[in-house]
């Protein structure tokens, strides 16, 4: 992103964007479209491994992953809109009028900020189970279900212990995508591994 907006949308958020705003709005635009996509993947996963005896394990798993990303998601379309919006709006305010605006906004940034946490927690409870089926019945390599247990509990430590320190949470922004990407090609050049069905 041009500018990171922070756990709160402050004041001088709006200057830093409004200097090629356009392009703001679109890598925004790319960033939650970017949790759909991580969504629609997990789901086609879903797909090709809900069987019997694994799907104990990878329907929830897979299932909090989801909820975690569209509630991740939804909190960033408010920072898109609010970021967006807020430097017309605040353009000519006075620092009186800014400081009026912005506590106008509060109470939903503070809301916005809790999906946040909920997001990461939810999405790394999912990392867990998911990576438990992928160990227990060995449907991928055994060094990536362990890799995604750990994701999953580096995830929710981070949010647990460290919750107002979000800059501390980015790298693992990056981690996910990385997953997501060697998941991918795992599944693309190796296949998946599925045990005997028992329906």
Same mark, same amino acid.
């Given at each position: 992103?041009?500018?990171?907006?922070?756990?709160?949308?402050?004041?001088?958020?709006?200057?830093?964007?409004?200097?090629?705003?356009?392009?703001?709005?679109?890598?925004?635009?790319?960033?939650?479209?970017?949790?759909?996509?991580?969504?629609?993947?997990?789901?086609?996963?879903?797909?090709?491994?809900?069987?019997? !005896?694994?799907?104990?394990?990878?329907?929830?798993?897979?299932?909090?992953?989801?909820?975690?990303?569209?509630?991740?998601?939804?909190?960033?379309?408010?920072?898109?809109?609010?970021?967006?919006?807020?430097?017309?709006?605040?353009?000519?305010?006075?620092?009186?009028?800014?400081?009026?605006?912005?506590?106008?906004?509060?109470?939903?940034?503070?809301?916005?900020?809790?999906?946040?946490?909920?997001?990461?927690?939810?999405?790394?409870?999912?990392?867990?189970?998911?990576?438990?089926?992928?160990?227990?019945?060995?449907?991928?390599?055994?060094?990536?279900?362990?890799?995604?247990?750990?994701?999953?509990?580096?995830?929710?430590?981070?949010?647990?212990?460290? !919750?107002?320190?979000?800059?501390?949470?980015? !790298?693992?922004?990056?981690?996910?995508?990385?997953?997501?990407?060697?998941?991918?090609?795992?599944?693309?050049?190796?296949?998946?591994?599925?045990?005997?069905?028992?329906?």
């Amino acid at each position: 992103m041009p500018h990171h907006i922070g756990e709160y949308i402050e004041a001088g958020d709006f200057a830093e964007i409004g200097k090629n705003v356009w392009f703001w709005i679109w890598m925004y635009r790319v960033h939650i479209f970017g949790w759909v996509t991580m969504g629609v993947a997990i789901f086609a996963f879903v797909s090709m491994t809900s069987l019997r !005896p694994h799907r104990v394990l990878v329907i929830p798993g897979a299932g909090m992953i989801i909820i975690g990303t569209f509630t991740l998601a939804i909190a960033s379309a408010f920072f898109y809109n609010f970021g967006a919006e807020g430097v017309g709006r605040t353009a000519g305010m006075s620092p009186e009028e800014l400081s009026i605006y912005l506590n106008s906004i509060l109470s939903t940034n503070q809301y916005v900020t809790c999906f946040i946490r909920f997001g990461r927690i939810f999405s790394g409870v999912g990392f867990m189970i998911l990576g438990a089926a992928l160990v227990k019945w060995k449907i991928v390599s055994s060094w990536l279900g362990w890799f995604t247990i750990l994701f999953g509990l580096v995830a929710m430590c981070v949010i647990l212990f460290i !919750p107002v320190n979000f800059e501390v949470y980015k !790298p693992l922004f990056h981690i996910k995508a990385l997953w997501l990407v060697v998941m991918g090609v795992t599944i693309l050049t190796k296949g998946i591994q599925l045990p005997q069905s028992n329906t």
